[in-house]
């Protein structure tokens, strides 16, 4: 054996005798793909790995729980997210249960039992269009129980998120035995009828972050606050856990309104709050302007869809510096306040906008960080922009019809953007808009204002998580596929969101050379956008431009 050949094996030998801890540490990095790849080099590297693989989970369907058990109750440690959609086989009929075909059992990887006929009764309501967040599957007695014995032996888990599922009746138990739970979303779930008033105290629960949306109902209710049975009612009284940070809730529930002068919400940073898509509203939601003006604490505000003006005291929210809200609200909310970060959620028509910048000008000085949407292109835009927001370091323009010459791309920096000497990030693209919801459940799938780029709520809570059935695809052997089960193809795409393609690159040097144009004239730029999923980036200002991919959300990296 050659002397090479015997430093490289004594190389890989000594590597592998590497503390599990470095080794743990290294496997961060990677991504999901490349840990599955890890996972199956070694019987050790498989069990460092699979400690980060299963730390971030998926379970959606009865299917990828059965298909992980054994494995799930192993890891150590236990994981730091979860994901959860699983409903059980109940008596009462639920609307957001009858499009289920079929029960699933533990006792045998075939066993199925379908739903009778008689159970899924006529949907008048909803036609022949298929609600997203309806499951097809639903899990026997025997399978719902370990599922949720299995949930609150994830003593680590810090972010839970339930979704298109009927929430379990010991809700409330089950998040008493999370004792570094943090974040708490409930998204498109329906809530039991409480028969009985049990009296829930959370004041054990150390949550920073809660969000509320598109909660349903088994039966149709007057939506009063005061009565204790109400379904939603003790769903609200989370929002009352006096570590709450961050908080996040649309119209089917109105979380402000079981706060009170005498029981007034905890000191929120964050308020993100999703209106109706109806703009036949002429007035604010009762309580909504006095539950804001008893936040002394808030810096960040979201209002999402058509928002009515609010009539605001110039001594409310004295520490709000970010706010991402409809063109509508801009000049009652900026005036007073220090806003260092505005984004204008939804289409910005011309006129309009310049007379908003005119209103609210003297208060809009301090803006470092700014986003909006135009239908139509317009040069006079930019212009305007950098005349009014002379301290902007990141600039994002998004628009869908029309688009700069090449000649204003090349001229930008020597017209426009040299005016802006702190500009680090300009980002100006064109989007494609969506067509606009042609049902009330399609208007539950998609959040109203993310047509204009903004970004949706959803995007927060499932970035870092990885779906456990692509993962015991390559750990269990011997494990039937989803795709090879009864029924399989009504279940391809249950609760999964689709993923877009990436785009080819869009560049060529003739491109990067408009780029480099701006580097005279803008020589603290570091990073320009041009074309949706790619931008151009440099280190400092002698380096070079080079193209990379971004994020698939075209929100970029502003506000971040």
């Known amino acids: 054996m050659s002397t090479t050949a015997v430093k490289f094996s004594s190389t890989v030998v000594y590597s592998m005798t590497l503390p599990n801890e470095l080794w743990l540490s290294i ?20 069990a460092i790995a699979t400690r980060l693989l299963y730390r971030h989970l998926i379970l959606t369907s009865p299917t990828s729980f059965i298909t992980a058990y054994s494995a799930l109750s192993s890891i150590q440690p236990s994981p730091r997210a979860l994901l959860l959609g699983i409903s059980p086989l109940v008596e009462r009929t639920v ?35 298929k609600d997203a967040y309806q499951p097809r599957f639903l899990a026997d007695a025997t399978v719902y129980d370990n599922l949720l014995t299995q949930v609150a032996s994830f003593a680590s888990l810090r972010q839970l998120v339930f979704r298109g599922m009927l929430l379990p009746r010991d809700l409330h138990s089950i998040l008493r035995d999370l004792p570094n739970l943090r974040d708490l979303a409930v998204v ?27 909660i ?15 379904p939603r009612t003790r769903l609200r009284m989370l929002a009352k856990v006096p570590t709450i940070r961050t908080l996040t809730y649309d119209h089917t529930v109105w ?12 000191p929120l940073t964050a308020l993100d709050v999703k209106f109706p898509i109806h703009k036949d509203r002429p007035r604010a939601p009762p309580g909504f302007i006095s539950f804001l003006e008893t936040l002394p604490s808030l810096r960040t505000l979201i209002l999402r869809n058509h928002v009515p003006a609010l009539s605001l005291s110039p001594r409310a929210l004295p520490a709000l510096c970010a706010i991402s809200v409809p063109l509508s609200t801009i000049s009652s909310i900026c005036p007073g306040r220090s806003i260092t970060k505005l984004d204008i959620r939804d289409e910005a028509v011309l006129t309009p906008l310049y007379q908003a910048f005119a209103e609210v000008h003297s208060h809009l000085s301090r803006v470092q960080e700014f986003s909006l949407f135009v239908g ?31 000649d204003t791309i090349l001229g930008m920096g020597s017209r426009t953007l040299y005016a802006l000497p702190h500009l680090v990030s300009a980002h100006i693209f064109c989007i494609p808009l969506l067509p606009p919801p042609q049902s009330l459940l399609e208007v539950r799938k998609r959040d109203d204002d993310t047509v204009y780029g903004a970004p949706g709520i959803g995007d927060t809570y499932f970035e870092n998580m990885h779906n456990v059935d692509t993962v015991t695809d390559a750990l269990l052997e011997g494990v039937r596929s989803l795709q090879q089960l009864p029924f399989s193809q009504n279940i391809s795409k249950d609760f999964m969101d689709e993923q877009e393609p990436r785009m080819s690159e869009p560049f060529d040097d003739y491109t990067r050379e408009l780029v480099i144009a701006w580097n005279r004239t803008c020589p603290g730029l570091r990073t320009v956008q041009l ?8 280190a400092d200002r002698i380096d070079h431009w080079a193209a990379r991919p971004c994020e698939s959300s075209i929100w970029g990296d502003v506000f971040r």
Do not use: M
């Not at 074309?531 to 440099?538: A, D, E, L, N, Q």
């Open 255 to 266: 979380l402000h309104r079981i706060f009170t002068s005498s029981s007034p919400s905890p």
């Open 188 to 214: 498109h779930c329906t809530v039991h009828f409480a028969g009985v008033y049990i009296d829930v105290d959370h004041t054990s629960l150390k949550l920073q972050s809660l969000t509320l949306l598109d």
């Open 376 to 406: 139509d292109w317009d040069d006079e835009v930019v212009l305007a922009i950098v005349a009014r927001f002379p301290n902007l370091t990141k600039l994002q323009v998004r628009y869908a019809r029309g688009a700069p010459s090449e």
């Open 531 to 538: 074309h949706p999923g790619w931008v151009w980036r440099r």
């Open 216 to 230: 349903r109902a088994v039966f149709p209710s007057n939506d009063d606050d005061t009565n204790p049975r109400n």
């Open 95 to 129: 609307e957001q249960l009858k499009e289920a075909v079929a029960v699933v059992s533990l006792a045998e990887t075939d066993d199925w039992t379908p739903v009778p006929v008689n159970r899924q009764s006529n949907r008048y309501r909803f036609f022949q269009v």
């Open 27 to 46: 496997f961060e990095y990677l991504p999901s793909q490349s840990l599955r790849s890890v996972v199956l080099t070694s019987k050790s590297f498989h």
